[in-house]
């Protein structure tokens, strides 16, 4: 059993069952949100500030980490658009969202976000 602040035994119900994928995908996508939205303030106070934020991004792209930083912002911007999409699809075919198609589409927008994002993180543009 789990004992919070109160000394009192706190049911494990987080810890004891396994999360839907759904679930988990939902999460994923508030997550990739708020990171987009982070870096891209983050961007703007930099632009605010006088630097030439285009040329730090390539000069971070053209460096040892690039694969990596480029996967980094291209995951969530990926993972987000497509969980978008998903989205306005269920909008127009609200008979398509059940348990099964549900966790089939999550399995999908998973996979096709890590493919994609692994595919921009080596291009080179």
Not at 40 to 64: I, K, R
Not at 80 to 85: D, F, I, K, R, S
């Given at each position: 059993?789990?004992?919070?602040?109160?000394?009192?035994?706190?049911?494990?119900?987080?810890?004891?069952?396994?999360?839907?994928?759904?679930?988990?995908?939902?999460?994923?996508?508030?997550?990739?949100?708020?990171?987009?939205?982070?870096?891209?303030?983050?961007?703007?106070?930099?632009?605010?500030?006088?630097?030439?934020?285009?040329a730090?991004?390539?000069?971070?792209?053209?460096?040892?980490?690039?694969?990596?930083?480029?996967?980094?912002?291209?995951?969530?911007?990926?993972?987000?658009?497509?969980?978008?999409?998903?989205?306005?699809?269920?909008?127009?075919?609200?008979?398509?969202?059940?348990?099964?198609?549900?966790?089939?589409?999550?399995?999908?927008?998973?996979?096709?976000?890590?493919?994609a994002?692994?595919?921009?993180?080596?291009?080179?543009?």
């Amino acid at each position: 059993m789990l004992v919070i602040f109160s000394g009192r035994p706190l049911a494990p119900h987080v810890m004891n069952y396994a999360w839907p994928v759904a679930a988990i995908s939902s999460i994923t996508n508030r997550i990739t949100g708020g990171a987009l939205s982070v870096g891209l303030s983050g961007m703007g106070v930099l632009s605010l500030v006088g630097s030439d934020v285009g040329a730090v991004m390539a000069s971070v792209g053209n460096s040892g980490v690039g694969p990596l930083a480029k996967f980094t912002v291209a995951f969530p911007l990926v993972y987000h658009y497509m969980g978008g999409v998903r989205h306005l699809v269920w909008d127009f075919f609200p008979e398509t969202v059940n348990n099964e198609q549900c966790a089939t589409s999550s399995y999908a927008l998973g996979g096709v976000a890590l493919v994609a994002s692994t595919g921009l993180a080596f291009a080179s543009f």
